[in-house]
């Protein structure tokens, strides 16, 4: 690499990877810039939560590099692992919030978990972290108090309040109304401006995905169909993607030997 070449925040190359005999990602190329909002798109089934699991380093490939923020994440030791943890943020779909803590102490956690700092240091990065995602004064609630959209940017608050590097977004608008939906949208939108941070975000919202991505990979099957900018996708004449975008269903063929097969267990290794 040149010394003008801006290195790569991810760098995915030929990842393959299986549920016991069943292949679920094949030979998965997949680069973010710097400064990027990549979204991850597909189907049910197509491998874009399995491929957001290995840039996470929640799963081992069976071949091919995962490299994210300069480091393998499959080669590194548990210090390695910690202090990559630190550089990095996770919102996950249901928000996974701790249902038996506040709202600020479920954004304060990664705080109490990887630093050493006094309580009321903790206390106003929280609220601070709060602030940025519109729920400023709300630290007092629990779970059960909030609506599907505050929990979202409770999970994100708590995602970022490490200042990461890169976050990832699993299904943000998922469950939400449309207007909820679109104030998500800028809100990430708004973080990728203001926190410099890098954002990949798996999504099967077309809607959000074309509001807020710099580019756009398709998975189907396992298999990068394109990586684009939204024009390039909608202009896209692959059939797979177009069925995708226009919620065409697809009509697959049947091979009855295989599919007796899987019912019999005759013939099977």
Known sequence: MSDNAIEPVIDVKNLVTYYGPRKILDDVDFVVNPGEIRVIMGGSGSGKSTLMRHLLGLHRPRAGHVQVLGKNINKMDPKQGMSFSREIGVSFQGGALFTSMSVGDNVALPLREHFDLDENTIRIMTRLKLEVVNLGGFQDLMPSQLSGGMIKRTALAR???M???LLFFDEPSAGLDPVVSAELDELILKLRDAMRMSIVVVTHELD?????ADKITVLDQGSVLMTGTVDEVKASSNE???DLLNRRPRHQEVDVDEYLTRLTGIGED
């Open 163 to 165: 200042d990461p590097k």
């Open 159 to 161: 995602a970022i309040v």
């Open 240 to 242: 797979r993607i177009q």
């Open 208 to 212: 959000s995905a074309f509001k807020i």
